[in-house]
């Protein structure tokens, strides 16, 4: 069994930096993807930041030179730093893997429970 646990979500003001944290724990051979999603109330689900292998990277537009996401392979944990966050980042942060477990050696995409992340003065 697979969990992903995430930490690190609250309250900043607009301009202010939070600091994501999604450990994946269990039966893990590989980790090939991790990322954060998040979702705003009444609109859908979309990517923030992924990272992939432990190199390669992506950014939602939105994000990019504010948000920067870092991933530990020892300790398969994956990080965002968000900064000169705005009130638009308001949303529920999903840490998301793609992971392949041991044993069974089968592929498949593993969700956290969400945190909550809210920017307002």
């Known amino acids: 069994q697979v969990q992903l646990v995430e930490s690190g979500g609250g309250l900043a003001q607009p301009g202010g930096s939070l600091r994501l944290s999604c450990a994946a724990s269990?039966?893990?051979?590989?980790?090939?993807?991790m990322g954060w999603y998040r979702q705003a109330p009444g609109k859908q689900r979309e990517l923030v930041a992924d990272?992939?292998?432990?190199?390669?990277?992506r950014y939602a537009d939105s994000v990019k030179g504010r948000f920067i996401i870092s991933g530990d392979n020892i300790r398969k944990t994956v990080y965002l730093q968000m900064n000169s966050l705005k009130a638009e980042d308001t949303a529920v942060y999903y840490c998301n893997a793609d992971i392949t477990t041991g044993g069974t050696w089968v592929t498949r995409e593993y969700w956290g429970q969400g945190t909550q992340v809210t920017v307002s003065s």
């Open positions: 990272i992939r292998g432990g190199r390669s990277t």
């Open positions: 269990g039966s893990i051979f590989n980790v090939n993807t």
